[in-house]
């Protein structure tokens, strides 16, 4: 089992920034790539960035070059720098644990576990 707990969401002006965290615990860090996801009323979760346990990255062509992912295994944390929000950034966002260690994976159905979210709101 993990239990992943997310923070740092909040209320931002177009342009801003925000620092998105997902603590880890229970079973080995390393032992996951984790992703972050996030879903907006009335849509479909959506891939946003993964990490895979040696750090390599994948990011959704909306939010590349404005987040990054990254990941402090001795801290069993990841993070999700969020710059230059737009309002259509606007969302709850989850992250999520995927026992396949080397995968940067965008589909959500390969994550065992997840958070329960923490929501961001760009206003215009």
């Known amino acids: 089992q993990v239990q992943l707990v997310e923070s740092g969401g909040g209320l931002v002006q177009a342009g801003g920034s925000l620092r998105l965290s997902c603590a880890a615990s229970g079973r080995t860090f390393r032992g996951y790539a984790m992703g972050w996801f996030r879903q907006a009323p009335g849509k479909e979760r959506e891939f946003v960035a993964a990490i895979n346990w040696i750090g390599g990255t994948y990011y959704a062509s909306s939010v590349k070059g404005r987040f990054t992912i990254s990941r402090d295994n001795a801290k069993n944390t990841v993070y999700l720098q969020m710059n230059s929000l737009k309002p259509e950034d606007t969302a709850v966002y989850y992250c999520?644990?995927?026992?396949?260690?080397?995968?940067?994976?965008?589909?959500?159905?390969?994550?065992?576990?997840w958070g329960q979210g923490t929501q961001v709101t760009v206003s215009s």
């Open positions: 999520g644990a995927d026992p396949r260690v080397a995968i940067t994976a965008t589909d959500p159905k390969f994550y065992d576990y």
